[in-house]
């Protein structure tokens, strides 16, 4: 067991970084692995040699941070936790940048390490796969990033779709026409984009054919220029619709794909074109795949342990796959 006395300047700062109800040195004693208690004039962190040295690092860029006149908070802690894991605890003034403007005010930024590489990678390339758990931000974030670009005038269109596949239900026993019988579907998209553009606008730009919704088989057969278009669901869509989806794409458009690859209801001999396009387009100029997981997921903090629970359960039957492969090989022989 290693102990260290971390040296705090003055009190202002040791209330900051203990949070209320020392909330916040709970968060940097999880994110460490360590027991940190409150000395006369220092903090005094306990465990292996390791995690000592991670907490005195995420002290310092707590400082640091609060030091440029930031807010620390159990979020913040946790993001940054993230970013020095990663060695890019410099991006953690990214968190400042609010990403849009919701129609009542509120400002949208990152609230994950892996949010901030995934909306960095928007940014910055023409086609763009968010890959990662439910919760994680990857609809919503790309939704808002698209209504930015339409705003800025950088596209003339917003485009969002998503394959219609059944999990569960059928489509037919749904009423009325097709359009009704999809828009449960699409509803997420509709309620990401009202919070943006407020109900009004929203209707108004619709009515004007500027913000389009629709399955994924309406996109086949067209060409898609100077849009910010949206593939949501994809884990749902074969080899061949994620194809015909990407080779959509026309002059001034920007293109992103989410899904969740853990949540595929495509039929068991149908491989994801999510999947398959992640693999063979892994490093591709001008494309980017950023794979969120259970540490990004930004709901109610059960959900990152249900997310997690699950992850190691398909990963403990993953496992024990290989070994009975590996099993029948050595009877073979």
């Keep these: 067991m290693n102990r260290f006395e971390y040296e705090i300047d003055s009190f202002d700062e040791l209330k900051a970084l203990l949070g209320d109800y020392d909330k916040n040195l709970d968060a940097i004693s999880k994110c460490s692995d360590t027991r940190i208690r409150v000395g006369s ?8 040699e390791d995690a000592v040295t991670h907490a005195k690092k995420l002290l310092d860029k707590l400082v640091e941070y609060m030091r440029e006149g ?3 908070n159990e979020t913040n802690i946790r993001i940054l936790d993230g970013l020095i894991a990663e060695g890019r605890e410099y991006e953690i003034y990214d968190l400042n940048n609010a990403i849009a403007v919701t129609s009542r005010g509120k400002e949208i930024r990152c609230k994950s390490s892996g949010q901030i590489k995934y909306v960095k990678s928007i940014l ?3 086609i763009v796969f968010g890959v990662g758990p439910a919760g994680t931000g990857k609809t919503y974030l790309a939704v808002a990033l698209a209504v930015r670009a339409y705003k800025s005038r950088q596209v003339d269109k917003i485009i969002l779709t998503r394959p219609a596949v059944e999990a569960g239900e059928k489509l037919g026993f749904l009423p009325g026409d097709l359009g009704a019988k999809v828009d449960p579907y699409l509803r997420p998209l509709y309620d990401a984009l009202q919070e943006m553009f407020g109900v009004e606008t929203y209707s108004r730009l619709i009515e004007k054919g500027i913000i389009e919704i629709a399955p994924l088989a309406y996109m086949r057969g067209r060409t898609l220029s100077n849009s910010f ?3 949501d669901e994809a884990q749902n869509t074969t080899r061949e619709q994620m194809k015909m989806f990407l080779t959509r794409m026309g002059e001034g458009s920007k293109i992103v794909v ?3 690859v ?9 491989q994801s074109g999510l999947i398959h396009a992640a693999k063979i387009l892994e490093g591709v100029e001008d494309i980017g795949i950023v794979r969120l997981s259970a540490k990004d997921v930004v709901r109610h903090e059960l959900v990152a342990r249900i997310v997690k629970a699950y992850e190691e359960a398909e ?5 024990k796959k290989s070994g009975s492969v590996l099993d029948k090989k050595d009877d073979k022989k």
């Design 262 to 270: 853990t949540q595929i209801d495509l039929p068991s001999d149908r």
């Design 315 to 319: 990963k403990h039957i993953e496992e």
């Design 70 to 72: 930031n807010d620390i």
């Design 258 to 260: 989410t899904g969740d």
């Design 41 to 48: 004039d220092a903090l005094l962190i306990e465990g292996e």
């Design 229 to 231: 278009i949206i593939l």
């Design 124 to 126: 910055k390339n023409s």
